[in-house]
């Protein structure tokens, strides 16, 4: 059984629609990460959360602990907001990185 | 903003020679990682690397693979023997005290 999973793997959305993206694992966590890959590859850190909300620009990431779940929502989506979105978690604080399958997010003008 | 980088970018290699992948770290990062993605699955872990060794390793991270930071820098990736199902992206990622794990660009591997 995969640690991490995703929901949905695919979704398609119009330019300005409120997104979201769910994530839920099995295991115990110090940290759970919210990273995008864009077509070319990269991997960015968009967030690393162990408890509450965090919020940068349109992005907003939460996360319940006790229900080993966490969302990533994204305000007034954009194109350019068009990547694969992977949710991971680390064990420990310095523990490798499980990732989930992600998130191929397709935004249309 | 501080990165890591890794060169080459990409490597297209022949089946059965050695590849070496670079990695910089951030500077005063000690807690050092490997990744690698075949196209189309998730990121699986490969090794980690702390203290001038090997703190956890994957099944896939056999005999052919090492990892070492030859000048207290830069952190390799060696593929003695590389084989078809090596072609993969690699990242390399490095942690500081109290921080998030950073991700390379990765390297793009294709072997023939």
């Known amino acids: 059984k995969n640690e991490v999973e995703q929901s949905p793997q695919n979704l398609t959305a119009q330019e300005g629609e409120f997104i979201t993206i769910n994530c839920s694992y099995s295991v115990g966590i110090s940290a759970l990460h919210w990273l995008q890959q864009h077509p070319g590859g990269g991997i960015v850190s968009l967030f690393m959360?162990?408890?509450g909300k965090k919020k940068h620009g349109r992005l907003i990431a939460t996360i319940n602990i006790q229900e080993k779940h966490s969302s990533l929502h994204i305000t007034a989506s954009h194109p350019r907001d068009s990547a694969v979105y992977i949710c991971a978690v680390q064990k420990t604080s310095y523990d490798k990185v499980i990732f989930g399958p992600g998130t191929s997010l397709s935004v249309i003008p | 903003e501080p990165e890591v980088t890794q060169t080459p970018s990409h490597q297209v290699t022949q089946m059965g020679q050695e590849v070496i992948l670079r990695c910089v770290p951030i500077?005063?990062?000690?807690?050092f990682y490997w990744y690698r993605q075949i196209l189309g699955q998730k990121v699986e872990f490969l090794v980690s690397?702390?203290?001038?060794?090997?703190?956890?390793k994957s099944e896939i991270f056999d005999d052919q693979f090492s990892v070492e930071r030859p000048d207290g820098s830069n952190f390799t990736l060696k593929i003695r023997s590389t084989k078809l199902e090596d072609s993969a992206m690699y990242f390399c990622?490095?942690?500081?005290?109290?921080?998030?794990?950073?991700f390379g660009p990765g390297t793009r591997l294709l072997v023939l």
């Open positions: 690397f702390y203290n001038n060794e090997i703190s956890e």
């Open positions: 959360l162990s408890s």
């Open positions: 500077s005063n990062h000690l807690y």
């Open positions: 990622a490095t942690q500081g005290a109290g921080e998030t794990q950073y």
